[in-house]
């Protein structure tokens, strides 16, 4: 089938804590993520950054430190077990783990819902998007 089409999915499940893919990337098992227009134009081949296929949706993601790469254990940011907040350059939120640098990365408090942080992340990016753009136009909002 064509982008976006469900003819050719495929439904894998997993059993196991992936590996960190390079020495710097922190394995983050995935408690919420977004799904959002960025996921939808990406998931359909469109969008201004084209998507490799096999794609999984989910930009921003909140979830719990599972293992670490050697060089990210040795920077000492980040402890097995620490909950995290990432907004992922390449999606796999939607995913139950993802491997992703740990510069991507930001403690979260134990009091914060899953669900509260990761929509905190999109619209503060929205926010943040905003702000960049009027500066650019010459908004009197930003001087």
């Given at each position: 089938?064509?982008?976006?089409?469900?003819?050719?999915?495929?439904?894998?499940?997993?059993?196991?804590?992936?590996k960190?893919?390079?020495?710097?990337?922190?394995?983050?098992?995935?408690?919420?993520?977004?799904?959002?227009?960025?996921?939808?134009?990406?998931?359909?081949?469109?969008?201004?950054k084209?998507?490799?296929?096999?794609?999984?949706?989910?930009?921003?993601?909140?979830?719990?430190?599972?293992?670490?790469?050697?060089?990210?254990?040795?920077?000492?940011?980040?402890?097995?077990?620490?909950?995290?907040?990432?907004?992922?350059?390449?999606?796999?939120?939607?995913?139950?783990?993802?491997?992703?640098?740990?510069?991507?990365?930001?403690?979260?408090?134990?009091?914060?819902?899953?669900?509260?942080?990761?929509?905190?992340?999109?619209?503060?990016?929205?926010?943040?998007?905003?702000?960049?753009?009027?500066?650019?136009?010459?908004?009197?909002?930003t001087?």
């Open positions: 089938g064509e982008n976006g089409q469900t003819d050719n999915l495929v439904i894998r499940a997993m059993y196991f804590v992936p960190p893919k390079s020495p710097d990337h922190v394995v983050v098992r995935i408690e919420a993520s977004t799904v959002t227009a960025r996921d939808v134009t990406a998931c359909r081949g469109l969008g201004l084209k998507m490799t296929l096999p794609f999984v949706p989910g930009f921003e993601l909140v979830g719990t430190v599972q293992a670490m790469g050697e060089h990210a254990k040795i920077e000492g940011f980040f402890q097995d077990g620490d909950r995290v907040a990432c907004i992922s350059n390449f999606g796999g939120g939607n995913s139950r783990f993802i491997s992703i640098p740990a510069s991507r990365l930001i403690k979260i408090p134990d009091t914060v819902k899953s669900t509260h942080a990761v929509c905190m992340l999109h619209d503060y990016m929205a926010a943040l998007k905003a702000l960049r753009l009027s500066r650019r136009n010459g908004s009197p909002f001087g």
